[in-house]
């Protein structure tokens, strides 16, 4: 017997715990056994597995595995807002870096035609004397 709040897998899975115990420690001799003539032996292994059955959160494998999933969810996602904030870094990079490229044609630009004009100036005078 268990309480509602219980639910059902708990039970099922002490009850399969505390069966898979009990083979193992006895295997065949439970065939020619008296009628609770284990009960002294195993009595400490039933009050041992109800106290963790009822009282341990791990004891629902189910639960575990959900919390254990949730926590892994949870560390995607956190590394998927690093990636995304990273990409958001390299998205500023990647525009710095066409504005510059762009500061870089016009500077080459400006250089030219300075140096052209200079030329110019030059030519002029070496011819105005």
């Given amino acids: 017997m268990a309480d509602e709040s219980a639910g ?13 115990r009990f083979v ?18 195993f009595s400490r292994v039933l009050s041992q597995q109800m106290e ?9 494998r189910i639960n575990r595995l959900k919390g254990e999933m949730s926590q ?14 990273r990409g958001d870094r390299l998205e500023l990079l990647v525009d710095k870096t066409a504005n510059m490229q762009g500061n870089t044609f016009r500077f080459r630009k400006q250089t030219r035609r300075f140096r052209n004009t200079v030329w110019w100036r030059n ?7």
């Avoid at 963790?52 to 959160?57: G, I, K, R, T, V």
């Fill in 24 to 41: 193992r420690t006895y295997g065949r001799a439970v065939f020619s056994a008296l009628p609770y003539g284990m009960n002294d032996e």
């Fill in 8 to 20: 059902r897998r708990i039970p099922f899975a002490f009850l399969e715990d505390i069966h898979q």
């Fill in 52 to 60: 963790y059955y009822s009282s341990d959160p791990n004891a629902d």
């Fill in 72 to 85: 892994v969810r949870n560390v995607m996602i956190e590394n998927i807002d690093k990636v995304l904030e």
């Fill in 123 to 129: 030519v002029k005078l070496t011819y105005a004397f």
